[in-house]
């Protein structure tokens, strides 16, 4: 049992770079989500998608893209990283949204931004 | 603004029982969660509370209280797997969750 997968679990990239985050879940979950967890700070929303072929911006959207081609696929793109998108990124999904409470998460990519 | 407040850490002791507590003020009210994340891990869900009320789950408990903007979540009879951060999040009228930093557990033996 899969649930969620994520890659790469680690990486340092430089100032100024692309970088895309892979997320994969397995699960037949509508909604998907990428939160980031900063040191203090609780979980904060970048961006999510109720369902294949649509997203939404979260709290911090900014410096951020996502699409969402199928079900299964949630990659979320650093156009040009700032040493500020140091953090780790975690990946989630839910069954038909969130107002059925329970989250899934991928185990988290961290990032690091030189 | 939308805040949530819970301590940032706290100790107990192994056997021994703890509340760790969560108040909050969101734009609306759709639910209060409390997930566990291990150090270096992914957050699981513990439990959901939407009405009034202890919702209890095992060794795990859950209080909620929407007139004061409260929650607890109580842990009896502490492991030392326990040791973890608890996250406690709210969602609001949007359906959008609002999470507190977090509270780090240590469990000494």
């Known amino acids: 049992i899969a649930g969620i997968t994520q890659a790469p679990t680690s990486q340092i990239l430089a100032a100024g770079r692309r970088m895309t985050l892979r997320c994969t879940q397995d699960?037949?979950?509508?909604?998907m989500y990428w939160y980031r967890q900063d040191l203090g700070l609780g979980l904060r929303l970048i961006h999510y998608?109720?369902?294949?072929?649509?997203?939404g911006k979260g709290e911090v959207p900014d410096g951020y893209s996502v699409s969402r081609a199928n079900t299964d696929d949630f990659p979320l793109t650093l156009a040009s990283a700032v040493p500020s998108q140091t953090s780790v990124y975690f990946c989630?999904?839910?069954?038909?949204?969130?107002?059925?409470?329970?989250?899934?998460f991928g185990e988290g990519s961290r990032l690091t931004v030189l | 603004g939308q805040n949530i407040d819970q301590p940032t850490e706290m100790t107990a002791t192994e056997g021994a029982i703890v509340q760790i507590n969560c108040t909050y003020q969101?734009?609306?009210?759709?639910?209060l969660f409390w997930y566990q994340q291990h150090a270096g891990e992914a957050p699981t869900f513990l439990s959901y509370?939407?009405l009034d009320g202890l919702e209890e789950k095992g060794r795990f408990s859950s209080f909620l209280s929407r007139s004061k903007g409260y929650s607890y979540l109580l842990l009896k009879e502490l492991q030392m797997k326990d040791s973890a951060s608890y996250l406690c999040?709210?969602?609001?009228?949007?359906?959008?969750?609002?999470w507190g930093a977090g509270t780090k557990l240590i469990i000494k033996p």
């Open positions: 999040a709210v969602m609001d009228s949007n359906y959008q969750l609002i």
């Open positions: 699960m037949r979950h509508n909604a």
């Open positions: 969101t734009s609306g009210f759709n639910g």
């Open positions: 509370n939407v």
């Open positions: 998608s109720n369902t294949a072929g649509t997203t």
């Open positions: 989630a999904s839910s069954d038909s949204g969130l107002n059925t409470g329970e989250l899934f």
